[in-house]
């Protein structure tokens, strides 16, 4: 079984990748968890591999979110598992070195409690992270800087393009950068929104509309906060999001008080048809084909 563990920014970013995977042939992993291969058994049920604090000694928060990842999927023929870990922000270094280490470890060294080892399995890290205002040199420079830091006794090369792969150490490492079509720069909701808001124009008009309010309220009047470029940065010394208030706004329209992960994961804004034909989705897929093979 190839096992691809995927580095993401946060949970939106996982719920959209859920979403195009569910669509190429991925259903959600419903075995126990004794079920995978044995060094992801061992990394998911020993907590050390996720922090260096016992479960004891974490918050409830720390524990859901460090330990078990937002979903994991299999193909069709069971020879695919992907686990999909949204780390908050690409800021996570540390984190990441853990989940990075201690997979390498298990697959070379074996984890008490793990399954049989004698079967032939593929390890693989990707990450897929948004280029930002940075873009994607910038993004695979501090990637593959941070790889270096993360094995300093390994020769770690740097990546020169988007969506390739390297092996170092015992694991095979890959690199995709999320853009809005035909740029350089951009993050996911630049592709998620213009696929929700196909054909369905009517709807996010309005939502548009509503979110355009802020200043005419009594509540809000006066505590608007804005960027140069005029777009909102806080309302109240609150960060604001406009984009993931979209979401949030025409998903409630289905999902009646459910988060914007839930809502991407299960609104019928993103269809099977309208995601196969999107070429940001197809190289997301293509990216996680070719480290598989």
Not at 214 to 234: A, D, P, S
């Amino acid at each position: 079984m190839n096992v691809i563990v995927c580095l993401l920014e946060g949970p939106h970013d996982a719920a959209f990748l859920y979403k195009i995977l569910k669509t190429n042939g991925y259903s959600e992993f419903r075995k126990p968890i004794k079920a995978l291969p044995g060094p992801i058994f061992g990394f998911l049920t020993n907590p050390k591999h996720h922090s260096d604090l016992t479960v004891s000694e974490m918050t409830y928060d720390m524990a859901n979110r460090r330990i078990y990842p937002f979903d994991v999927l299999i193909d069709e023929n069971e020879a695919n598992c992907i686990l999909l870990y949204p780390l908050m922000g690409v800021q996570n270094a540390a984190l990441r070195e853990k989940i990075i280490k201690s997979i390498d470890d298990v697959v070379v060294l074996g984890d008490d409690g793990a399954a049989d080892f004698s079967e032939d399995h593929k390890y693989v890290i990707a990450y897929l992270v948004d280029a930002d205002n940075d873009g994607v040199e910038e993004r695979l420079n501090s990637i593959s800087e941070e790889l270096m830091s993360f094995f300093p006794d390994i020769k770690v090369d740097v990546f020169k393009e988007n969506g390739t792969v390297q092996i170092i150490g015992d694991l095979e490492i890959g690199v995709f950068v999320i853009t809005e079509i035909g740029s350089q720069t951009g993050r996911l909701e630049d592709i998620l929104i213009p696929l929700m808001k196909l054909d369905n124009d009517d709807i996010f008009s309005k939502a548009e509309e509503f979110l355009g309010i802020h200043e005419q309220t009594n509540l809000f009047k006066g505590k608007v906060e804005r960027y140069e470029n005029g777009i909102i940065k806080k309302i109240n010394n609150v960060k604001y999001d406009y984009k993931k208030s979209l979401v949030a706004t025409v998903g409630q329209l289905q999902k009646s008080g459910m988060s914007n992960t839930v809502c991407i994961k299960q609104t019928d804004y993103l269809e099977t048809a309208k995601i196969q034909a999107n070429e940001s989705c197809r190289s997301i897929v293509n990216f996680l084909n070719k480290i598989i093979k």
